[in-house]
């Protein structure tokens, strides 16, 4: 077995040197991580206190090595649960207060820039990290610095195991996740005209068509591929934040916008996203028009408030919130009848088992991960205005023009009996 001695000195498994403390300050130290590991196991208000303290009356540079010391470790603790840097982002801000997430950015573009290698998926999300500011400005005193520390750290402590949808730093990347560059470029456009327009039938045509490319792209891509080969054969997951308010109607949207894609959403509510299982070239395709679709739910929303307060009726939480289910019902049902109608004037008879076999891969590849997921059942559907309201926004396009002149008008206007996606 190698030696090690001295300041040189690495770990074998990730290759990082630890930082060193002058003698004459390791008995404080030593005092300070443990009452930082006793904080994080234990949670109380004393046992947080006792940890700033100590870390406070630290030199800054012992401080700060003490705490990047164990604030990497957790990170990597998460990072082989599961978890990837926009999961916990999302956590951080949900739970905590926007010094935390400063916080966050700041640790996790100092650990993350420790790996010599990173999965393409990782190096967007740390890039949506940097935009939001790197914390330079904010300077508290040194004890409420420490305490927001542990407070993050407590977070990060306790987050369990999830299902990974990806490798972890350090190891070798996944191949990026094939895309045809043309054809999302052509979906985009056609989405960013849609959220500017302010003409909620032509929004709806618009999304309609990104729809009608995306699965023409999708059967383009079946008949030149054929038949998976093996179970899982080009299936991947992305998870994509499903956030308060109105979680549960953007996770009915989210499913919907994946099953007319082929692929399979499922939604975890606890911690605040929905896993999405397909086809590696769709994935891109369904986040970015579940984006854009959110983005139309809330325009339509405000424009209905304000009609609604012209009216004077006030509006409520309970009419937001069954304005956009009803809009993610009616806006889905209406994506995948134009994905059904485009598989049957487009793919011919020789493409229509490939595209059932790789349904079914994406179907088994999703209930390998997610061997225990339920069903739960539309919940707020209260406000018959706002029902009425998001139907009539969702179905409000005439979409009788070709190729999509089987569809029909949403209609309908009670709310859904059945179940939202699973979780």
């Known amino acids: 077995m190698p030696r090690e001695t001295g300041k040189t ?4 498994q990730d290759g990082r040197a630890p930082r060193d403390t002058p003698s004459g300050e390791r008995p404080a ?12 196991a234990e949670e109380t208000d004393r046992s947080l206190d006792t940890a700033a303290s100590l870390l406070a009356a ?9 705490l990047a010391e164990r604030g990497t470790a957790l990170l990597g603790a998460a990072w082989r649960r599961g978890w990837e840097p926009a999961d916990l982002a999302r956590l951080v801000r949900r739970d905590l207060r926007p010094a935390h997430s400063l916080r966050y950015a700041v640790l996790v573009r100092e650990e993350t820039r420790r790996y010599a290698r990173l999965d393409p998926r990782w190096k967007a999300q740390l890039a949506d990290l940097d935009a939001g500011g790197t914390g330079e400005g904010i300077r508290p005193d040194r004890f ?18 999830i299902e990974p949808v990806g490798p972890p730093p350090g190891s070798v990347p996944t191949a990026p996740l094939p895309t045809d560059d043309r054809e999302l470029t052509r979906v985009r456009a056609l989405l960013a005209k849609a959220e500017a327009t302010a003409y909620p039938a032509e929004a709806e045509a618009l999304s309609a068509k990104a729809q009608e490319l995306m699965t023409r792209h ?7 591929a054929g038949v998976p080969a093996g179970p899982g054969e080009g299936v991947a997951a992305c998870r994509i934040g499903v956030e308060p308010p109105y979680g549960e109607a953007q996770a009915i949207l989210l499913d919907a916008v ?16 929905s896993t999405v299982v397909g086809d590696a070239g769709d994935l891109a395709a369904v986040e970015l028009l579940h984006t854009s679709l959110l983005v139309q739910a809330h325009t339509a929303l405000t424009r209905a408030e304000a009609e609604t307060r012209a009216a004077g009726r006030r509006r409520t939480k309970t009419f937001r919130q069954s304005f956009l289910l009803a809009y993610a019902e009616h806006v889905g049902t209406r994506l995948e009848e134009t994905a059904e109608a485009v598989v049957t004037e487009a793919a011919e008879p020789e493409v229509l088992p490939v595209l059932a076999a790789r349904d079914v891969a994406v ?3 999703t209930e390998r ?20 309201r998001g139907t009539e926004a969702a179905s409000r396009a005439d979409l009788n023009h070709q190729p999509l002149r089987r569809l029909r008008g949403g209609g309908g206007g009670e709310a859904p009996g059945g179940a939202s996606p699973a979780r």
Request: proline share 3%; with cysteine; net charge positive.
């Open 369 to 388: 991960m997610f061997p225990k997921t339920k069903a739960a059942r539309v919940r707020g559907v209260s406000d018959e205005a706002g029902w009425r």
């Open 144 to 161: 409420s610095a420490a305490v927001e520390a542990v407070e993050l750290y407590r977070l990060l402590f306790k987050v369990p195991a």
């Open 58 to 66: 630290l030199p800054a540079t012992t401080a700060h090595a003490l």
């Open 363 to 365: 179907t088994e590849a």
């Open 9 to 12: 000195r690495k770990s074998h």
């Open 218 to 224: 999708r059967i383009d891509a079946a008949r030149l």
């Open 258 to 273: 994946a099953r007319a894609s082929g692929c399979r959403a499922v939604w975890n509510e606890e911690h605040g996203f």
């Open 29 to 40: 130290a030593d005092s300070a991580r443990d009452a930082l590991g006793a904080a994080l």
